[in-house]
């Protein structure tokens, strides 16, 4: 059976636009979505993210979570005929407020996934309100419990295997211990790339006030440098069949193009076509 993708809903949540690209539109909201992945097909189900703890945890940030009944991530995963205990690893792209907040919802002996740099960067009070009190307690929980956390060392290794067909890279991107995880499915290679990436049409396909060849509009993030932020990206483009990041839908890449968007899955059907751009890997 060859491996595919579910997207989890996890919820929405509101926040002003310029936090997802650099100076775009200050002070206007705008509401996306928090998605997890489930990885099917192989050896065992896999989890990458779990979204945020409870709607008034986003408040810490000015922000508004938008998480209802249907979005709870046991409801998600049965939706697949998948329980909490059928899970053999959560994975994390990295441990900000919105992609930790349901791993203790899982038994402990469901192995939770990171790189060694992330949970360092968590308690070193750097970014204190992206990580939020409960959320890391409950690793250092997991981090004193047999089995249940299993760290990476990706700056490195260069990447660690989970299991055949999937595999972690640095991502070198967002923050310092941001993790890739990649998957080999039936149609091409797809990436869950986190928040290297937040919205690929004001990013990539009509990046905003960007005027030089090729280049893409970098987020308001500010853990890391812009420059290592837009190597990042242009290499997921140059790499890759498929990108999934957590807040907007997957896109399809040809020859280092977005060429089409997708729904539910990864392989999956086009839902929306995009104009051929020039827009080609470096």
């Known amino acids: 059976m060859a491996l595919e993708i579910k997207i989890l809903d996890y919820g929405d949540i509101e926040l002003e636009t310029s936090f ?9 909201v705008r509401r996306v979505p928090v998605y997890g992945f489930l990885i099917l097909g192989g050896q065992y189900p896999i989890v ?10 986003m408040e810490s940030l ?12 046991e409801n998600q995963l049965a939706k697949h005929g998948v329980k909490m205990g059928d899970v053999r690893y959560v994975v994390h792209t990295h441990l900000h407020i919105d992609h930790a907040g349901k791993d203790d919802l899982f038994p402990m002996n469901t192995t939770v996934v990171l790189n060694r740099k992330e949970l360092e960067c968590s308690v070193s009070g750097l970014m204190h309100p992206q990580y939020p009190q409960p959320d890391i307690k409950h690793l ?7 089995d249940a956390l299993r760290f990476m ?5 260069g990447h660690e295997e989970l299991m055949p067909g999937v595999w972690c890279e640095p991502a070198n991107a967002h923050t310092e211990g941001s993790a890739n995880v990649i998957v080999e499915t039936a149609e091409g290679r797809a990436c869950i790339c986190g928040d290297v990436i937040y919205n690929f049409n004001d990013q990539i396909v009509n990046q905003v006030r960007q005027t030089q060849y090729m280049e893409p509009q970098v987020t308001g993030n500010h853990a890391g440098s812009k420059r290592s932020e837009k190597g990042a990206i242009k290499k997921l483009l140059n790499e890759f069949d498929f990108l999934l990041p957590v807040h907007d839908k997957p ?7 977005i060429t089409a968007r997708l729904e539910q899955q990864v392989p999956g059907p086009i839902v929306e076509s995009l104009p051929r751009r020039d827009w080609f890997p470096v």
């Open 140 to 146: 250092i929980d997991r981090l004193h419990t047999q």
């Open 62 to 73: 000015g922000m508004r979570g938008l998480q209802f009944h249907e979005n709870m991530i």
């Open 20 to 28: 997802l690209v650099l100076g775009h539109e200050c002070g206007r």
């Open 153 to 157: 060392d990706l700056e490195i290794t």
């Open 48 to 57: 990458v993210d779990t979204g945020y703890r409870d709607n008034a945890i």
């Open 251 to 257: 896109a399809k890449i040809e020859h280092g193009r």
